[in-house]
T-cell receptor, first 109, second 112 residues
């Protein structure tokens, strides 16, 4: 079993829809990261959080440390949001890094 | 200006060869990383360097060796390349501690 699980694996949405991607982890963490990988392959760090909630434009990331769960929300989705979204955690012991398998999002105009 | 740059972008070579991938960052970051993304798009950390010291070394074969001549560079040397080494390798950097990482564009390594 992977230390980081994401759902759904694939997601197709109509433009304008509200999107949620979930991430659960089974290890003690010092921080959780949300990454975006575009179809061209480039990876961008969207958020890094260890508690609460962060917002950047139409993107919102939340984390519940007690439940070991994080969500990434996209409001008013747009075709340019189409990408793979990856959840990753850095552990609080041993400096380990674990990645989820990614959620492939397609937003249809 | 490119923040994290990797070269080459593509590398095609034969099994058994030795190759290097270079990475440079101009962000003044303290920590640099190497990741491997396999054919199923699964990312896995290989190494990280902080102030010239290796602080993470995942269970990668010792054919892989990171070399950091200074804190702006972390090169990846691979000896005796095998078919299973075919993947995309990403370099990244961040400030020390849990800080957002900046990624290079990746190097696609194909072993014939």
């Amino acid at each position: 079993k992977n230390e980081v699980e994401q759902s759904p694996q694939n997601l197709t949405a109509q433009e304008g829809e509200f999107i949620t991607i979930n991430c659960s982890y089974s290890v003690g963490i010092s921080a959780l990261h949300w990454l975006q990988q575009h179809p061209g392959g480039g990876i961008v760090s969207l958020f890094m959080l260890s508690s609460g909630k962060k917002k950047h434009g139409r993107l919102i990331a939340t984390i519940n440390i007690q439940e070991k769960h994080s969500s990434l929300h996209i409001t008013a989705s747009h075709p340019r949001d189409s990408a793979v979204y990856i959840c990753a955690v850095s552990t609080n012991t041993g400096n380990q890094f674990y990645f989820g398998t990614g959620t492939s999002l397609t937003v249809i105009p | 200006d490119t923040a994290v740059s990797q070269t080459p972008k593509y590398l095609v070579t034969q099994m058994g060869n030795d190759k290097s991938i270079k990475c440079e960052q101009n962000l003044g970051h303290d920590t640099m990383y190497w990741y491997k993304q396999d054919s199923k798009k699964f990312l896995k950390i290989m190494f990280s360097y902080n102030n010239k010291e290796l602080i993470i070394n995942e269970t990668v074969p010792n054919r892989f060796s990171p070399k950091s001549p200074d804190k702006a560079h972390l090169n990846l040397h691979i000896n005796s390349l095998e078919l299973g080494d075919s993947a995309v390798y990403f370099c990244a950097s961040s400030q020390m501690g849990d800080q957002p990482q900046h990624f290079g564009d990746g190097t696609r390594l194909s072993i014939l």
